[in-house]
């Protein structure tokens, strides 16, 4: 899978990634060189093989960046459909999961336009109580520029794709 060809496919498929679960993981390694594994549930993906996630919560992730910057995202559609008419038709016809690997960039403010897109993912929970909690007065983001792109293949079931 080429990064900068098929980035478009890659935005579409962590967007369903994030649909279905509501976050993605991130591995990264901590200074004792562990690997480890953090959900972040406001991943944006940009046009240009870069990305960005609000950094309110995290506190292993930014860490281990000081050491060493390196991540990988683990993307996964993990919609009932999705996977059922798979299931029934013995063959995806989208891939099921997909890694981007790249490297964290510096915590910064977050811009409007940023915000703006944080609220718009958020729009449907808005007036809940763990909206307020979770997804208000967030105002740091830290980017991501990725560099590979590995699709998940699953046999016979990916073989099309």
Not at 83 to 93: D, P, Q, S, T
Not at 97 to 110: F, I, N, P, T
Not at 136 to 141: D, G, L, R, Y
Request: aromatic share 12%; hydrophobic share 35%; glycine share 6%.
């Amino acid at each position: 899978m080429d990064i900068e060809t098929d980035w478009n496919k890659i935005r579409k498929h962590f967007n369903k990634s994030f649909a279905s679960n509501f976050y993605v993981s991130v591995a990264s390694v901590d200074s004792e060189n562990n690997p480890t594994v953090t959900p972040i549930g406001s991943l944006f993906l940009n046009d240009n093989q870069t990305g960005f996630y609000f950094e309110k919560f995290p506190s292993k992730l930014p860490e281990h960046a000081t050491h060493n910057p390196r991540v990988c995202l683990l993307g996964v559609n993990s919609g009932r459909l999705f996977w059922i008419k798979a299931l029934f038709k013995e063959k995806f016809g989208d891939f099921p999961a997909m890694k981007l690997y790249g490297e964290l960039g510096e915590k910064r403010k977050a811009t409007e336009k940023e915000i703006k897109r944080l609220n718009r993912r958020m729009k449907a929970t808005n007036g809940l109580k763990g909206n307020t909690y979770l997804w208000k007065k967030m105002e740091f983001v830290r980017e991501i520029k990725f560099t590979k792109a590995e699709k998940i293949n699953l046999g016979k079931m990916t073989a099309e794709l």
